[in-house]
DNA sequence: TTGTACGCGTTATCAT
DNA sequence: ATGATAACGCGTACAA
């Protein structure tokens, strides 16, 4: 009874929208300029058959005329162009996304929102996905139980991928987002997974934590305290095993650690705070190595504000991520910084390839010596 | 030629879908449970045509019993439900988008990025508009000259109405927006506009301000210095202005103020610290009154780590957001607390309305001192 | 309450 | 290089 002519679309699109950016429609700015304050341009959408009519061709060749690569002698599309420009028509994405298969939509998975750096990294992936002609679906979620909410939102606005950058995905959320229809790319960002089936994008820890190791055991430091985030989630486990293994083989001894149950600055502190008047209360630490600046930060605070102590005369703290806040005077921390630019462009090269990707890129970072540690 | 049976299109959609949480579909619930970790869910799409046939409906009601109010009965929708359960069917919102004119996505624009009071902002309102089944695009302005690129990306995804979250929205840009083909509605939010085509949704700021300068009054401030934002946009004048009349009512006296170009805490602190050891090095006043968080937090490094003096005790500082950082021991700063979540929630009621709703909605806020002033 | 014709604006595919 | 046919998946209006 159904008909259904394209079933398991796995066709290759070399044809990309071109022109998306208004500096190419400046008929939007002339419109603009003409405008009175309280006066609204006709919102009487013009549509590719406008166009056609006005240029004398058929509505397909308009289309041909919007896209790279496309079948089109550079006459009929210059004329295309221009009518189209006198017209103010713009391509719908919503209908081309309908008839392609492909939105043009990356769906950003955030879970992550007590964390400053979350605001960081939707700068980049928006405003470089923008660049490149994606629109970013921001779709949030609250807690671990919302992690279906967010992916079948996604699948019902048909993303060609999504993007995990939270941080404590963990196997069965990646599972949930597999299992979505119509998430065709699973990408996490900034994060290591081990699930086979996506494709992880992000800073390379294991190299990161050794020359963190380095840096403090050549500093003098002794008493280490590695500070975790949220435990269960295969991600967190990296940055700790790392740093447990080279502090053994450096120095012999094994280091003792903490988590913390979410990269939440005031959390961090609120642990911090109970390990070291607690447990750690008689053999305190010289120095904290935080699973990132969120932990870090909270860190601080409660060695200064909660023990009255200082950072970094009494306890070093050391970071990761190197957000914004960590430059302030009044934290200086001591970090690592990630290259989410880069991390951003390898992203968008991978949701241009078709073909199946090499999974797991990891990117080099860098040591930023601050004054904490 | 070319025919448009719907134009204008100003009918009233009262049949909003339903059923959007994932809580509801417990068969994508089963089939992961039932997943191998390398194993992906056959992605062949079900329609609502397949559903139709299961259940030995019509296409259409296969739509009426996921819409609220339609005209169906009650055995007939638990009939097509249970076969759109066992077949894992679920709406493509970008085909009903399509097709009704309401793609049921909203363009959240933000250009401010460096003021962490943003990520609250972002939170709040893609979790309140992904709980009533909207979609958040997220669009980015990396300065005032990406304005026109935003606006084009959301009025080529067909958004719903398009939510200014920035802090340096002009007029032109405003203007910009509702020229824009197909966005149908301009909210600004967290800020006023005076533009009549846009509906605003703030926190009260001139009664904010007149409680601020009490305070600052009835604590024996007597030389306050006003640190603004960017000047040339009315959306800062306003707080501003407040300010300045408000102190000269109370003292008799004119206020003092600078501006700093961007609401970000580096520029601020360099700014602020420009200002103090330069025209205001020898008329050092007592307290700064900031347009925003942002501002006070690089106004406080600014005294303590480019000065060498204390907060409070040689200078107070106000700010005003009350964003996660401020209440960090390390800046524990006096401030003015946005109530976000109702003026999310009033945003989604604006959104609701087909009807022209009021504009300038204004909500109270609250002082919140801490100890920067 | 249910079914049918038509349209939404575009693209894939094939024929010319 | 261009035009034509047939989707894409669903909603609206109206008839039954």
Chains 1, 2 share one sequence.
């Not at 713009?90 to 081309?96: I, T």
């Not at 994606?134 to 671990?144: H, N």
């Not at 840096?215 to 435990?231: C, N, S, T």
């Not at 911090?272 to 870090?296: F, H, K, S, W």
Request: include cysteine; charge should be positive; aromatic fraction near 8%.
């Amino acid at each position: 009874m159904r008909k259904r002519a394209r079933k398991n679309c796995t066709r290759v699109h070399k044809t990309n929208y071109w022109l998306l950016r208004a500096g190419f429609y400046p008929w939007l700015s002339a419109k603009i300029g003409a405008m009175n304050d309280d006066q609204t341009i006709d919102p009487g959408v013009v549509i590719a058959d406008d166009v056609a009519e006005a240029a004398g061709v058929s509505r397909w060749t308009v289309g041909r005329a919007f896209r790279k690569d496309a079948p089109i002698s550079a006459k009929t599309r210059k004329r295309v162009l221009a009518a189209a420009a006198q017209l103010g028509y713009v391509p719908d994405l919503a209908a081309a996304g309908l008839a392609s298969d492909r939105s043009g939509l990356i769906a950003l998975l955030v879970n992550d929102f007590a964390n400053p750096h979350t605001l960081v990294v939707l700068e980049r992936l928006s405003l470089i996905l923008q660049n490149e002609g994606w629109g970013s679906l921001l779709v949030p979620m609250r807690d671990e139980s919302g992690a279906p909410d967010a992916l079948l939102t996604a699948s019902q606005r048909r993303v060609d991928a999504a993007v995990l950058n939270g941080t404590w995905f963990d196997d069965q959320i990646i599972k949930t987002a597999l299992g979505a229809r119509r998430v065709k790319k699973l990408i996490v960002f900034a994060r290591t997974s081990e699930n086979p089936n996506t494709i992880s994008i992000s800073c390379d820890d294991v190299g990161a934590l050794r020359d963190i190791v380095a840096f403090a055991f050549e500093k003098g430091y002794r008493r280490p305290l590695f500070v975790a985030g949220p435990d269960s989630h295969s991600a967190t486990v990296r940055r700790k095993d790392t740093f447990l293994q080279e502090w053994h083989r450096r120095s012999g001894a094994h280091a003792p650690f903490i988590h913390v149950e979410q990269y939440n600055i005031g959390l961090a502190h609120a642990r911090v705070l109970a390990a070291l008047t607690g447990p750690y209360q008689d053999r305190r630490p010289d120095i904290l190595i935080c699973e990132n600046d969120a932990l870090a930060i909270g860190a601080i605070d409660a060695i200064r504000y909660g023990l009255g102590l200082s950072v970094p005369g009494d306890i070093g703290v050391i970071g990761y991520d190197d957000m914004p806040l960590a430059a302030l005077p009044c934290y200086n921390l001591t970090t690592w910084h990630q290259p989410i630019t880069d991390m951003a462009n390898a992203l968008v090269e991978v949701l241009r390839q078709t073909s199946e990707p090499s999974r797991d890129q990891l990117f080099p970072g860098r040591f930023i010596q601050r004054g904490s540690a």
